[in-house]
C-alpha cells in the first residue's frame, strides 16, 4: 500500500522536490477545496500530478454509505484502505425555541477500528481492537463530512469508534493539523476529547499546548457500578479517575464534562444521582445524561422515562454546577458509536 499523504504534516511535504508554491497549492487543494483526488487538482501539470500519484495516497477512505438526511442527524460509513469500516456522525444544531436550526455542526469522529475497552454496553468494543486509526485516516473523517455537507464543520468531539487517549499517537498530530489555521482551523475550544478514564493519558493531555475540551465517561458514581460496565474501572478506580480530573482542570483551568449514559437497572438509581452530583461538585464539572441507546443483541435497555427525568431532577438537586439531559438526536438511525458498522458487518456476513 502506498503511504497516505495526510499521514504527515503539510509543512513536512517533500513531494519529489516540487516547489515549494505547488506543495502550497496541494495543501490548498485538500485543506481548502476537500479535494483529495490528484485528478481534480487541475493547475498542477499532468506530470507532476502522475509523478506524485504514483508513491501517494491522498484518498484515505471511500463512503459505504450515508443514512439520516442533511437537515438531520447524519451517520456515514466509511470503508478504510483495508477494507475496516469506520463511521462518523454530523450533528446539527438547534437553537430558539421554534427549533429555527442554527448553523453550527458538530462532527463525532473515530479514533480506532474497534476498541480495546470492552464497555460491555458498547458497540465499538464487542470484537475488541483491530487496529488505531493513523493521523490522516482521522482528519479524512473532517474533510469528507465537511465535503458532504458542503460548508466548514464548526464543533469536532472525538466520541465516535475506539477510545481516542489510547491513540494519541495520532490523535496529537491530527489536532495538530485541525487546530492550525493553515489546515482545518477548527478552535480548541470546539474540540472535546471523551475518554473512559485511561488515566496517565488524561494527565499527558493536560500537557498538551492547546485547550481541548476533556469529557469523561463515568457512567457509575461508586467502583461497584462503574465495574459491572466498564472494565477499565479495574485499572483506574473512581478515586483515582478523579484525582486525574482534578490535575487536568488544575492545569486548564478549563471546566470538564462527565458524560453518564442511563442504562435500565445498572446505573439509574437515585444513588447514583447523588454520586454522580457529588462528583460534579466536587470537579465543578457539567454532567451530560445520556439515555442509553439500545444495540442489537445487547441486553441493556433505557430506563423508562419517568426515571430519566427523575435521576436528572435528583442530579439538579445534588447542586451539580450544570446539568443537561442529551436525548439521543441519532437515535433513529443507529447513531451511538459502532452500530452502524455492527449492522454492515452482520449485512455482509448474510
Ligand atoms: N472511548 C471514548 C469515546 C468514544 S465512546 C469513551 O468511552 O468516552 C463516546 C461515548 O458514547 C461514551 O460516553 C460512551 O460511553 C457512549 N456510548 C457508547 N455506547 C453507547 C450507547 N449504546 N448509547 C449511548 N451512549 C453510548
Ligand atoms: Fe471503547 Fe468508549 Fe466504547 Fe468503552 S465506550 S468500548 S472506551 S469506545
Not at 464487542?126 to 455537507?149: F, H, P, V, W
Amino acid at each position: 500500500m502506498k503511504p497516505l499523504l495526510l499521514d504527515s504534516p503539510w509543512d513536512d511535504w517533500e513531494l519529489e522536490g516540487a516547489p515549494a508554491y505547488r506543495v502550497e497549492q496541494i495543501r490548498d487543494w485538500i485543506f481548502e477545496k476537500g479535494i483529495l483526488d490528484w485528478e481534480e487538482m487541475s493547475n498542477l501539470p499532468r506530470s507532476l500530478r502522475d509523478e506524485l500519484a504514483k508513491i501517494w495516497d491522498t484518498i484515505p477512505m471511500e463512503q459505504v454509505r450515508i443514512q439520516g438526511s442533511a437537515d438531520t442527524t447524519q451517520k456515514f460509513l466509511w470503508r478504510l484502505r483495508d477494507e475496516q469500516l469506520i463511521e462518523g456522525v454530523l450533528i446539527p444544531a438547534t437553537t430558539g425555541t421554534k427549533g429555527v436550526r442554527s448553523s453550527r455542526l458538530t462532527l463525532c469522529v473515530s479514533t480506532q477500528v474497534g476498541c480495546a475497552l470492552g464497555c460491555k454496553f458498547c458497540a465499538s468494543g464487542l470484537d475488541g481492537l483491530k487496529r488505531n486509526l493513523s493521523t490522516g485516516e482521522i482528519i479524512g473523517q473532517i474533510l469528507l463530512a465537511r465535503k458532504e455537507a458542503g460548508r466548514r464543520i464548526d464543533n469536532l468531539v472525538f466520541m465516535g469508534m475506539g477510545e481516542p487517549l489510547a491513540n494519541l499517537r495520532s490523535v496529537r498530530p491530527a489536532l495538530d493539523q485541525i487546530l492550525s489555521p493553515k489546515g482545518l482551523g477548527i478552535g480548541a475550544r470546539h474540540i472535546t476529547l471523551s475518554t473512559s478514564g485511561l488515566v496517565p493519558k488524561i494527565l499527558e493531555l493536560a500537557k498538551y499546548p492547546a485547550q481541548v475540551r476533556l469529557a469523561i465517561s463515568l457512567h457509575g458514581g461508586d467502583n461497584q457500578t462503574r465495574e459491572r460496565i466498564m472494565p477499565i474501572n479495574r485499572t483506574y478506580p473512581i478515586e483515582q479517575l478523579l484525582e486525574a480530573c482534578e490535575r487536568f482542570i488544575e492545569e486548564r483551568k478549563k471546566m470538564i464534562t462527565l458524560e453518564y449514559i442511563l442504562i435500565e437497572g445498572i446505573n439509574d438509581d437515585l444513588a447514583q444521582a447523588e454520586l454522580l452530583a457529588n462528583h460534579a461538585r466536587r470537579l465543578n464539572a457539567k454532567v451530560n445524561l445520556i439515555p442509553y441507546n439500545q444495540v442489537e443483541g445487547l441486553e441493556w435497555k433505557r430506563p423508562e422515562l419517568s426515571q430519566i427525568r427523575a435521576f436528572h431532577k435528583k442530579v439538579e438537586e445534588g447542586n451539580a454546577p450544570r446539568v443537561t439531559l442529551r436525548m439521543e438526536k441519532g437515535h433513529d438511525i443507529d447513531a451511538a458509536c459502532g452500530q452502524l458498522r455492527l449492522r454492515e458487518s452482520s449485512v455482509d456476513a448474510c
